[in-house]
């Protein structure tokens, strides 16, 4: 803001001294730079000072409207100073950003002010267009941004796909990206095209209301997992392009959002997976990270082996950023946590609890369950959750930590997402009951049949 306000004192200065008082025309001149001194300011006859604290008592949800009062209301609502102050003040707000995906090659971007239940949808995202399909001549592994998040087949198809070589990897659609938020934005990273194993991070920023691309992660990866600890994005896991097919990735790369530059973490031991009986075990069978959640200041990231149809849980590993190093996860908290789908576990920290979602054999419902550190075991605290499971859907509920409170996201069989809230009251530990849990639907909105692919809380 220093910086913003000086250029104004500064101008007003040298008005002063070029325009001494005394004849017609130097007062002629002086009301007319007296003018254009005043209507620079962001409101005129307002110190800037004065008028960043009355926009930043503004709810976003007008800050669009309020881009259009005049280039400087633009400049200010897009600039850094206000964001500032709206920390300064505690006037920040948690917004839900919902990442769906209508058509084959099409991201589609929504964020919701739950405090009025309304939406806004996003700029669109740019695409994924291989420059050898669009008419290059070379091969290329850079592509255009076009869609980042793809693929109607689950997650299980993709890894089916991978051992029994039913497809080509150069028949293989976009998909895999990862989706994670940091320093107020949101970023989506990586994914697999083809035979690629993309590396770009594009970064959306709600106060620009743009996307930009920026530093590319170290390494290509797909299906990674993502989380903010602490003020930085990590990125664990998923998979590559290998001589002979996928390859498992057991690295790490963390990013600062200060400085926009990536570094390496230790590799991912897998400990429980050198443990096999059999060479031929270890060969087929292959580990991978199956989830991330940011949990005591530390990344609790649960494991799996995978060979389709097999799904092995194997506990998981710890990553302390302090030591820059991995443990083995307790064994109750690994071994039971639920898998959503083959390859990804929900896991989600609502006021420093860990949550999960269990889906029932039926595909109809679900239990909510909180892993207890003390007794190092997963309680089921709410027994009956409705949700739907949709076969061809790659996310077919989430869930969300937004203003302190637990949230169930799905779709009903009329393609309408309900986004509930639960609040859970006087909960025994063992003695979970369907009418202590309290539901609200907070908003919902027809997406029609676009599948849900992620979401996240940005707090700004």
Sequence with gaps: MGSYLSVASSTARSVDLDNPSGSVSNKRAKITTYDCVSYSRIIPTLPDELSFQILARLPRIHHLKMKIVSRNWKAAITSSELAQVRRELGLTEEWLYMLTKLEANKLDCYALDPSC??????????????????GGRTRSSRFWMWNVVGSSNRI?????????????????????????????????????????????????????????????????????????????????????????????????????????????????????????????????????????????????????????????????????????SWTTMPDGLGDGWPARQTGTKLGVVVNDELYTLEPSSS????????????????????????????????????????????????KDANNNLQIMQVALQNNTENNASEENALWNTVASRNFGAAELISCQVLDV
């Excluded at 309304?118 to 399909?133: A, G, T």
């Excluded at 089921?380 to 996310?395: M, Y």
């Design 117 to 134: 239940q309304k939406w806004q949808r996003l700029p669109s995202m740019p695409s994924f267009v291989n420059e050898e399909e669009s």
């Design 156 to 324: 299980a198809d993709f890894f089916k796909r991978w051992f029994w070589r039913r497809y080509g990897l150069d028949q293989m659609p976009f998909c895999g990206c990862s989706v994670g938020v940091a320093d107020g934005c949101l970023y989506v990273l990586g994914g697999f095209s083809k035979a690629v194993a993309l590396n770009c991070v594009w970064r959306y920023d709600p106060f620009l209301n743009l996307w930009q691309e920026v530093n590319p992660m170290m390494s290509g990866r797909a299906f990674s997992k993502a989380s903010l600890l602490g003020s930085k994005l990590y990125v664990v896991g998923g998979v590559s392009r290998g001589r002979n097919g996928l390859l498992p990735l057991r690295s790490g790369e963390v990013l600062d959002p200060k400085t926009g530059l990536w570094s390496q973490l230790p590799e991912m031991p897998f400990v429980k997976a050198q443990v096999l009986p059999t060479a031929f075990l270890a060969d087929v069978l292959k580990p991978i990270a199956t989830g991330m959640a940011s949990y005591k200041g530390k990344l609790y990231v649960p494991q799996s082996l995978y060979s389709w149809p097999f799904f092995f849980d194997i506990g998981g590993e710890i990553y302390d950023s302090e030591l820059n």
């Design 363 to 410: 595909l109809d419902s679900g239990q909510i369950k909180k892993y207890d550190s003390e007794e190092d075991v997963w309680r089921t605290i709410v027994p009956q959750v409705p949700v739907h499971d949709f076969t061809d859907a790659e996310s077919p509920y989430l869930l969300a930590g937004l203003q302190g409170k637990l949230h169930v996201i799905t």
